[in-house]
């Protein structure tokens, strides 16, 4: 199939595009992009055109009025398959993906068994080409069964696809095992992409500490259980040279560290934050609410803004969702026995778009982090519209209001503590290697 997408504001920074342009696309993979004069739209298509494009029929998407972006790449996300089919399957989390406009996923390795050997990989990459509506890279685990201990074979799960290697759910506590696993990571040349929490300050917390916990009665999460924890893996990133990715950033003060690193230029530092910890605070938690309850936890107002700094400055590389599918009955039960996470893919986008808004972020800006930084670091060829890759695309509508409805989502988590707020900003169409899903 042949298509057009014709007269949109196409944004992408891998070729400093920010404009208005048509894109050709044939076999599945972006063919050309054609730059309009400014404010002209282009004219139509014609024969000896779509000659060139080697086939007959032509169809035509007119996006005018819409952003036209490379389908987003999340860095972080929860698959639950194998083993967790009944909070999310490789097919349902894809689906909610692509309707949020991701068309690259990264999946953690916290499955059952845990992805920690060249079989489950296997089984997720065979299971992900036939099931899955976009495409998928597991994420394999550091540790033999996330324990911490002994490494897993990292070079075999490379081989069947892998990545990059995260104990992700749980840090690796033990330095010696963190320090052989960026070894490892350097020697691989992918990234070793840290939980960063200290386990024995953090013990038996479930939300923020201060102020707000104890009125609640909950046990607190200090901010510096995550700083600690930064601060050991970039001394460990500086004295192996291992390519460091630090996940879910929270705090203002992880921010300042890893700002502090990436300034010194010894370590190869990168990091990422979520949509959650710039949007909401610890206030969510008001009312027990469990779709509120996330680890790391939503932190203050001043982290909120710290985050937001680090996502302005640079020194955040990437905007990842951490989507943590839970299901309804597990989430119902109390609050300290609640599983922890947010069903994230299908709202990331419409609360990132509010950045630009706050002129935190530029469009572009926006765009670096949800596709291009992601895929880079991550070693893939994606998150940009490079005439030959893959077509994957998405049309925003950035204007669209909705009202979060979680019972409307196509994961099958629906855990939000975004559910009935009053958002912008929604993908019209979704291109995965040139297939169109239209959204209603
Ligand atoms: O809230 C979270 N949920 N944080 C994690 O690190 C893991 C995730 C999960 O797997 O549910």
């Known amino acids: 199939m042949n298509l057009i997408i014709r007269n949109g504001h196409v944004i992408d920074p891998s070729q400093d595009i920010d404009g208005l342009c048509d894109i050709l696309i044939g076999d599945g993979k972006i063919a050309e992009l054609r730059r309009h004069k400014a404010g002209v739209r282009n004219k139509k298509i014609n024969a000896g055109e779509r000659g060139e494009m080697n086939a007959g029929e032509v169809q035509t998407i007119d996006a005018a009025g819409m ?4 389908g987003l790449v999340d860095m ?3 698959l639950r398959e194998p083993g967790f089919e009944y909070k999310e399957t490789i097919k349902s ?81 033990d330095s010696l095992v963190m320090r052989r696993a960026l070894e490892y990571s350097k020697i691989l040349g992918v990234p070793l992409i ?50 460091l990715h630090i996940a879910h950033v929270s705090t203002a003060g992880s921010v300042a560290l890893i700002r502090a690193a990436k300034k010194r230029g010894i370590a190869r530092v990168t990091a990422e934050t979520c949509p959650h910890y710039f949007s909401i605070t610890e206030k969510a938690v008001e009312g027990y609410n469990t779709n509120a309850k996330v680890n790391p936890p939503l932190r203050t107002e001043k982290d909120v803004e710290g985050i937001m700094e680090g996502l302005a400055d640079g020194t955040l590389d990437v905007i ?36 630009v808004e706050k002129g935190v972020l530029s469009m572009s800006g926006l765009i670096e982090k949800m596709a291009l930084n992601p895929a880079r670091i991550m070693g893939i060829d994606r998150g940009s519209l490079r005439p030959g890759l893959p ?11 909705y009202r979060v409805d979680a019972s409307r989502f196509l994961s099958k988590g629906k855990n939000t503590p975004f559910d009935g707020m009053l958002l912008h900003g929604l993908p019209v169409i979704t291109l995965v290697n040139g297939k169109v899903y239209t959204w209603d």
């Open 67 to 70: 952003y036209v972006l490379p």
């Open 194 to 243: 840290s939980h960063c929490e200290d386990l024995v300050l953090a013990a038996g917390g479930v939300m923020n500490e201060g102020l707000l916990s104890v009125t609640l009665g909950l046990k607190g999460i200090p901010g510096q259980a995550e700083e600690i924890m930064i601060s050991r893996d970039i001394a460990l990133a500086e004295l192996t040279g291992g390519r």
């Open 320 to 355: 990842a969702t951490d989507h943590a599918p839970h299901h309804h009955d597990e989430k119902m039960g109390e609050f300290d026995l609640a599983p922890s996470g947010i069903s994230g893919l299908e709202t990331a986008i419409s609360l990132s778009i509010r950045l």
């Open 76 to 78: 972080h996300v929860h």
């Open 391 to 401: 077509a994957d695309v998405v049309i925003l509508d950035h204007k669209k209001q």
């Open 93 to 173: 989390g894809t689906y909610a993906a692509i309707r949020g406009g991701i068309t690259s996923v990264c999946c953690m390795p916290n499955t059952k068994p845990v992805n920690d050997n060249a079989s489950v990989t296997e089984f997720i990459v065979r299971n992900a080409a036939s099931e899955g509506a976009c495409s998928v890279f597991p994420v394999g685990a550091v540790t033999k069964g996330q324990k911490g201990e002994e490494l897993a074979e990292m070079g075999m799960m490379r081989d069947a696809g892998c990545v990059a290697f995260s104990d992700d759910g749980r840090p690796v506590m």
